[in-house]
């Protein structure tokens, strides 16, 4: 099991500075390494990523507003892309039915501090947009992460998809 939570820090040497491709360059490499390994039972990762990165796979409909937005975010702001490269290379490269890896590419909205778990709901794709965005709690997101760990159930319903978490609406 392979949990990458990888980011670039929020400072301007690290939303421009070297490594531009710190996570995409790291999903890659595990890849690699995994396929040269020939494991016999697939190795599961999970890649913690962002509602802003579109799933291609099920062609999620955005504003022209927002294509607007994340078009200027991906060629001005390198975590960005580097956060669409490494979702794609598991999408496209890696695929559904690889014989050596299993993933699942996590979108959390809008990260906020919680001390406590709370009610959270999955979805395929994003219920809420860049200028109405929802709210996800860390805590949240790690339990869902350590539910894909332990819960085959879970890990089944999710395998190969880029699932987007919120925290339940009241």
């Avoid at 999620?60 to 937005?69: D, G, L, M, N």
Wanted: aromatic content about 8%; charged content about 25%.
């Amino acid at each position: 099991m392979i949990v990458s939570t990888l980011g670039h820090n929020l400072s301007f040497k690290g939303m421009f500075g070297n490594p531009r491709r710190l996570v995409a360059d790291s999903i890659e490499r595990l890849c690699k390494v995994i396929e040269k390994k020939r494991i016999n039972k697939p190795v599961k990762m999970i890649l913690m990523n962002t509602v802003g990165c579109k799933n291609e796979d099920l062609k999620e409909k955005i504003s022209f507003a927002e294509h607007c937005v994340f078009f200027l975010l991906r060629h001005l702001l390198p975590p960005h892309s580097d956060n669409e490269k490494a979702a794609n290379y598991l999408r496209t490269s890696i695929a559904q039915n690889h014989r050596y890896i299993e993933w699942v590419t996590l979108r959390p909205d809008s990260l906020i501090n919680d001390e406590n778990i709370s009610p959270y709901t999955t979805h395929p794709s994003p219920i809420h947009s860049l200028f109405n965005p929802g709210k996800t709690s860390r805590i949240n997101v790690a339990h869902f992460i350590s539910d894909l760990i332990s819960n085959e159930t879970i890990w089944a319903k999710w395998k190969g998809q880029m699932p987007v978490i919120y925290n339940k609406e009241n």
